[in-house]
């Protein structure tokens, strides 16, 4: 019989040490130490391991010239938004880890796209919810497929039984954090519990091409539950985000082995499911009778997709000696710089101003882009005047006043003139060596603060 060998392991990072410690020298967390059984037994009967009797010859070492490389079609999903955020669709014997909130639609997205695969085999495993509740789950979404097959069971060895006997052209986990490995003597959700069972699904992913999809938990802090080493071993990690009280959720991803982690998806949250969100600025803009002061549109970048996002601003005399910043989506300290700069080199004497800044839509934008929007709104709460709504801008602010240039232009253009507006400003060096012409769209070219306060409020 095989020695059995415990250790210790924090649950909150993972990481692993011979004894216990009080503080984690990793997280620095304090009392997260737990003693686990770790199993040193190679053949394991029931898993993957011991199912694959395939025998192949030692890999040997070859030069980057003798290995034959043949391009794998994807499959797409026709989910225009996870395909997107995916490179252009699953790559097979990809491992891909979804996390989340709780609630915020995990499930159902993964129930969902299972569902569209209608000439794919799928098998969807649900360690924390029954047959019957997944089947509540389709008939609500309106999602009928003869070729998605559902299992209920937490043990890998079951679950890997089933699988010989199906043989799905995906699989879905529903979730990592409710597997069980009887090899391993801890508890489900355990590190090792969650590593060794990553770990037969990732061989099992690679030796049969099978796409895999797991979804994970995530901590208070946000980050996938479980030791880091589970985000090294996954080939894509996204992030499904958004706010529970609202009907928007948002796809990105953190890690993508196949494609761009620049990539941004949106849905929106129906009693049905979730649909895709194909123009995203007519939903981040809200449509208004009247024109109101403190309200500007800024032309953002979110990865590669270009977005026309609305920025709301509320400066108001401070009741107390002390005057509030706030932000809701934004950067605090980037608006600190900026209400700096608005004082020192614009003369506006914001000292003694309560100033408030949403992003409308519930999106959290970090794009310096967004610089000459915020300030644009903030002039337009404290001097009490309206901005034409015809206008967007697309400009950073530096500590000079001065407006610089930012990236990729030209997308921005395009997006401010399909959405219909009239002019776009700019900075005067983002402009140098396009062809305006082409586009039916006026363009405001500024250098300095100074510049667009004269074309916009006088």
């Not at 304090?30 to 029931?46: H, I, L």
């Not at 060895?157 to 529903?174: A, G, R, S, T, W």
């Not at 996204?238 to 990539?263: C, M, V």
Request: charged residues 25%; contains cysteine.
């Amino acid at each position: 019989m095989a020695k059995v060998k415990t250790s210790f392991f924090c649950q909150n990072c993972g990481v692993e040490s011979p004894k216990w410690t009080g503080k984690c020298p990793s997280c620095g967390e304090w009392n997260t130490f737990v003693e686990e059984v770790v199993q040193k037994e190679e053949a394991q009967r029931g898993s993957w391991k011991a199912n694959n009797k395939n025998t192949k010859k030692a890999n040997q070492p070859k030069t980057l010239g003798e290995i034959t490389f043949e391009e794998q079609s994807r499959l797409i999903t026709g989910d225009i938004e996870l395909d997107r955020v995916l490179g252009g669709g699953i790559v097979p014997g990809s491992l891909v880890l979804i996390g989340g909130e709780p609630g915020i639609g995990k499930s159902t997205l993964m129930l969902q796209i299972a569902l569209m695969l209608s000439k794919t085999k799928v098998l969807y495993v649900s360690g924390e919810e029954s047959e019957t509740q997944i089947k509540m789950r389709s008939e609500r979404m309106q999602h009928h497929s003869e070729s998605c097959y559902v299992l209920s069971e937490t043990k890998t060895q079951q679950i890997f039984q089933q699988i010989e006997l199906l043989k799905p052209e995906l699989l879905v986990i529903d979730s990592i954090q409710t597997l069980h490995n009887q090899y391993v003597e801890s508890a489900a959700g355990s590190v090792s519990q969650v590593r060794e069972c990553t770990a037969e699904l990732m061989k099992f992913a690679k030796e049969t091409g099978t796409p895999v999809f797991l979804i994970g938990h995530i901590t208070k802090d946000g980050t996938i539950a479980g030791p880091k080493i589970l985000e090294h071993m996954v080939d894509t990690v996204l992030q499904f985000e958004g706010d529970r009280h609202l009907s928007y959720r948002i796809l990105r991803t953190s890690k993508n082995r196949f494609g761009s982690t620049n990539e941004l998806g949106i849905y929106e949250m129906h009693a049905n499911g979730l649909r895709p969100v194909t123009n995203p600025s007519e939903i981040l803009m809200t449509q208004r009778e009247e024109q109101l002061n403190g309200v500007a549109i800024g032309a953002m970048l979110e990865g590669n997709r270009p977005l026309l996002i609305e920025i709301q601003s509320l400066v108001s005399p401070a009741t107390y000696g002390t005057p509030q910043r706030s932000s809701t989506g934004h950067d605090a300290k980037r608006l600190n710089m900026l209400l700096a700069v608005l004082e020192k080199r614009g003369g506006m004497r914001l000292g003694q101003q309560d100033v408030f800044l949403n992003i409308a839509g519930g999106l959290r934008v970090d794009d310096p882009g967004l610089d000459l929007a915020v300030v644009a709104s903030i002039i337009s709460s404290y001097e009490d005047k309206s901005i034409d709504p015809g206008i967007c801008f697309a400009g950073e602010i530096g500590l000079g006043g001065e407006v610089r240039a930012v990236n990729r232009i030209e997308n921005r253009i395009a997006e401010a003139a399909k959405m219909g507006f009239k002019k776009i400003m700019l900075s005067r060096y983002a402009i140098k060596g396009l062809e305006l012409n082409k586009y039916p769209i006026e363009v405001l070219a500024v250098s300095k603060l100074e510049e667009m306060y004269r074309h916009i409020f006088l």
